[in-house]
């Protein structure tokens, strides 16, 4: 392969991320704006969110190891032009059960392109750097946050919301080109093809896992709703909710930043103090409501938060997989947006009965479980 092509991987994989970000988050700062123009309640939109959800975690455990049998150039690159397509379906929704089907295809895609990418990263890496490469490509999610979802909030004001979506598939469709061009035709990802759904009787898996459910539940059922509490709190129109998200996205891309430099040593204790502090930036969202920037500085310390608990879980999740590195990560997928699914669906109620607030609440009562869980458990 032409050393160009190659240099280029990671950048590539990143892009991958970037847009399986993108996808997941702009519902919410736009979430009015899509429920307006579709004549629905904004709840029924975050349905969209879940069914998104849904359909990625059964293709992470259906699909997600093809990268570990079929050439990754295809597995992936593929898996963005079907988002693409996903995302032209989107834009031209008219009902709000269409931009849930929608989204469920988009879901079928980002089934194999996360975990797809994780893999692939780690694969392709040069001997001995297979976590700085991981960890370059992680910071899509980032970008995701700072710089598309804040952008999709401005052109949604200015050009409407199915604009956002229409850019959205056109960055597929150039990332799937890439992902097709740069990436080896031929790859083994992992040393045993172990099937996806075996990985979870790994030693020590489950108790991972089950953390990492209850964290991910508090995360998107608070986040599909964070955009409209903002706006709710401050009267603030979709590009002041924007900023409010590309506060949490500093907070997360800052506090990576810092990981690459502190490289704490992730153990049982490390785990559980990141996860009563992430329960504690949850219970404090009634204090931080009380003024626009309190809220800001609320919002930048529960994204560094979170990339504390992310890293720390995915580590936690890595030691645990040995050989079966592709299953292990479908697992991961699956079980991530098997709350993004049940996330959104959990809080809809409570945030119709008391506001974003009291979303948080339950967020802080379902990280406290998984640091139970942790603390009986690993």
């Not at 079907?82 to 989204?103: G, I, M, Y």
């Not at 603030?236 to 891309?253: D, P, Q």
């Amino acid at each position: 392969m032409p050393k160009v092509l190659r240099q280029l991987q990671p950048i590539v994989l990143l892009a991958a991320v970037l847009l399986v970000g993108s996808n997941a988050f702009i519902l919410s700062p736009i979430l009015s704006d899509v429920a307006g123009a579709l004549g629905t309640d904004s709840y029924r939109i975050t349905w969209a969110i879940s069914a998104f959800g849904a359909a990625t975690a059964v293709s992470s455990l259906m699909l997600g190891s093809l990268v570990d049998r079929l050439p990754a150039s295809r597995v992936l690159g593929g898996a963005a032009l079907l988002l693409a397509l996903a995302q032209v379906l989107s834009s031209l929704s008219q009902h709000w059960l269409w931009l849930c089907l929608s989204q469920a295809v988009a879901g079928i895609a980002v089934g194999v392109l996360l975990p797809g990418s994780y893999v692939t990263a780690a694969a392709s890496a040069p001997k001995g750097r297979e976590a700085a490469r991981l960890g370059l490509v992680l910071t899509g999610w980032a970008l995701a946050l700072v710089l598309a979802v804040p952008l999709a909030a401005f052109i949604s004001d200015w050009l409407g919301w199915r604009f956002v979506y229409v850019l959205l598939s056109g960055l597929s469709l150039f990332v799937g080109i890439g992902l097709f061009a740069a990436l080896p035709r031929s790859l083994s990802t992992a040393a045993v093809r172990t099937p996806v759904w075996r990985a979870f009787r790994l030693p020590g898996v489950a108790p991972v896992v089950a953390v990492i459910l209850m964290f991910m539940s508090a995360f998107y059922g608070s986040f599909a709703f964070f955009g409209e509490g903002m706006r709710a709190a401050f009267g603030l129109s979709t590009k002041g909710a924007g900023v409010f998200v590309m506060a949490y996205g500093l907070g997360f891309g800052l506090a990576g930043l810092g990981l690459s430099f502190a490289a704490p040593q992730v153990n049982r204790r490390y785990l559980l103090t990141v996860l009563v502090a992430i329960a504690a930036s949850y219970a404090c969202w009634h204090f931080a409501l009380m003024s626009p920037v309190s809220a800001f500085l609320g919002t930048a310390i529960w994204g560094g938060l979170n990339q504390l608990g992310l890293n720390a879980l995915v580590v936690s999740l890595n030691r645990r997989a040995g050989t079966a590195r592709g299953a292990v990560m479908g697992l991961n997928g699956a079980v991530t947006y098997s709350a993004v699914f049940a996330g959104p669906m959990l809080m809809g109620p409570l945030y119709e009965s008391a506001g974003f607030a009291g979303v948080t609440g339950m967020g802080a009562v379902l990280v406290l479980f998984a640091a139970l869980i942790a603390a009986r458990s690993l």
